[in-house]
């Protein structure tokens, strides 16, 4: 079983529609927590960064994290064609290692 | 501004060569991370390190060396090329170990073919 196991995707919406990505995790030493996009033959670049439990927002996204269920989930509310990528959701011990997740592709239709 | 940058971009090589991929960073992090990342596996990680001199394996190192003579560079040496090694190659970094600054900041990728 991987340490991380993300929503395969892919993932088809209409310009405006609320996005749902979602993962979760067996490591409970996981104490950091990350959602990453990349774009198409692009470097992943860090979009969410959360520390333990609770909810971060950043404008149209919010990152979720229950240690309880040891659940990862990120929202985009608002969803437009430039968020069409690939998400990566990702958990990281203090050691600073991260284990990431396959990825799900998004595809935002105008 | 700090970034972090891949050389070369596109590599096409022969079955059994050696291969040395570069990765060269400016932003003084102590953790730097190869990974590869192939359709269906996600990004899987091969070497990394944690400071000057140290090196660790990943989940996917056979085949591979890295070495850490300095803070800005961690080249991956493919010792004898693969046609399985044909991949997409990332190298990232991040601050350092219990800083709690564990995100980590790739690079543009090289694309890697093994005839």
């Known amino acids: 079983q991987k340490e991380v196991e993300q929503d395969p995707g892919p993932l088809s919406v209409p310009e405006g529609a609320i996005v749902s990505l979602n993962c979760t995790y067996s490591?409970?030493?996981?104490?950091?927590f990350m959602w990453y996009r990349q774009y198409s033959r692009k470097g992943p670049e860090l979009l969410m960064y959360?520390?333990?439990?609770g909810n971060k927002e950043d404008g149209r996204f919010t990152a979720q994290v229950d240690k309880s269920s040891k659940y990862i989930s990120l929202f985009i509310r608002d969803s437009q064609p430039s968020d069409s990528a690939t998400y990566l959701c990702?958990?990281?011990?203090?050691?600073?290692?991260?284990?990431f997740g396959d990825g799900t592709t998004l595809t935002v239709k105008p | 501004d700090a970034e972090i940058t891949q050389s070369p971009r596109h590599k096409i090589t022969e079955t059994g060569r050696q291969v040395t991929l570069a990765c060269h960073q400016t932003?003084?992090?102590?953790?730097m991370f190869w990974y590869r990342q192939d359709l269906g596996h996600g990004l899987r990680l091969i070497h990394y390190?944690?400071?000057?001199?140290?090196?660790n394996k990943g989940e996917v190192s056979d085949g591979y060396s890295v070495s850490r003579s300095n803070t800005e560079d961690l080249p991956l040496t493919l010792e004898s090329a693969a046609s399985s090694q044909t991949s997409v190659y990332f190298c990232?970094?991040?601050?350092?170990?219990?800083?709690?600054?564990?995100?980590?900041?790739f690079g543009p990728g090289t694309r890697l073919t093994v005839l």
């Open positions: 390190s944690y400071g000057v001199q140290d090196t």
């Open positions: 932003w003084n992090h102590n953790n």
């Open positions: 959360t520390y333990s439990s």
């Open positions: 490591n409970s030493a996981f104490q950091y």
């Open positions: 990232a970094s991040s601050e350092g170990a219990g800083t709690g600054e564990n995100e980590q900041f």
């Open positions: 990702a958990g990281s011990t203090n050691a600073g290692k991260s284990t």
